[in-house]
């Protein structure tokens, strides 16, 4: 299968994206993984990519396109892909489409991780990262540390980081609202969108995806 990943911040897109990608033996195209693997590997792409990021600025959707590209034509992406992190607005929509118009391929889904908006904030507000290793993630309501601001496996100090803050997760709500969301109604009209919750536990979540998923190819 060939499916896109949707959802806002928070919804869970990286748990699932990495779970659905093994049940379905396909490869997980994320687009922070094209990123680093381009820029550690010093490609032409990740030259051009780290030069924009490092003068500050956004990397321009022909680079992104053309890292995704170079990644879905590798023989492991033969059989289909899981694309998380793109298309991220329409304009990248259109021109996947005209990627895998070109290549004689078709979309089979695009999966909307569905999650209301003050779920989203309670759940990214209340993460605590440890200081001295960021695998260490613990979360006020859902996984609290057993001793407050303490990391239960290395004693260091859990703090929030600043994009984690309220005020940050509704600004980055809001560029998914105007920036992403309208993606969305663009598969929409092509009759490509299956609508999950993302409440729930995260097996839940998987289980309910793979059965939209499968009813979606069912009925094509």
């Given amino acids: 299968m ?5 959802g806002p911040p928070g919804a869970g897109k990286g748990t699932q994206a990495v779970r659905l990608a093994e049940k379905l033996a396909i490869p997980h195209i994320s687009t922070g993984d094209l990123f680093r693997a381009n820029i550690s590997r010093q490609t032409e792409l ?3 990519a780290k030069s ?3 003068a500050g600025n956004l990397v321009p959707d022909e680079v992104t396109i053309a890292m995704a ?3 879905m034509e590798q023989p492991d992406a033969e059989k289909g892909f899981l694309l998380d992190g793109f298309p991220r607005n329409v304009s990248q929509a259109k021109a996947l489409d005209q990627l895998l118009q070109d290549e004689h391929m078709t979309l089979d889904a695009v999966l909307d991780l569905e999650v209301p908006e003050e779920e989203v904030v309670k759940r990214i507000a209340g993460r605590r990262i440890c200081r001295n290793d960021s695998s260490h993630v613990f979360h006020v309501t859902y996984s609290p540390a057993k001793q407050e601001g303490v990391c239960d496996v290395c004693g260091g100090e859990l703090y929030q980081r ?3 803050s309220e005020d940050t997760v509704r600004k980055r709500l809001e560029v998914y609202h105007t920036q992403t969301e309208p993606i969305i109604d663009y598969y929409r009209a092509q009759e490509l969108v299956v609508t999950i919750s993302s409440l729930g536990p995260v097996d839940e979540i998987t289980q309910r995806a793979l059965e939209a998923l499968k009813r979606e190819k069912a009925e094509k």
Avoid at 2 to 6: D, N, Y
């Fill in 69 to 71: 590209k170079d990644r």
């Fill in 52 to 54: 924009y990021m490092d």
């Fill in 162 to 164: 600043d994009d984690d």
């Fill in 46 to 48: 990740g030259k051009l």
């Fill in 2 to 6: 060939r499916i896109v990943l949707v």
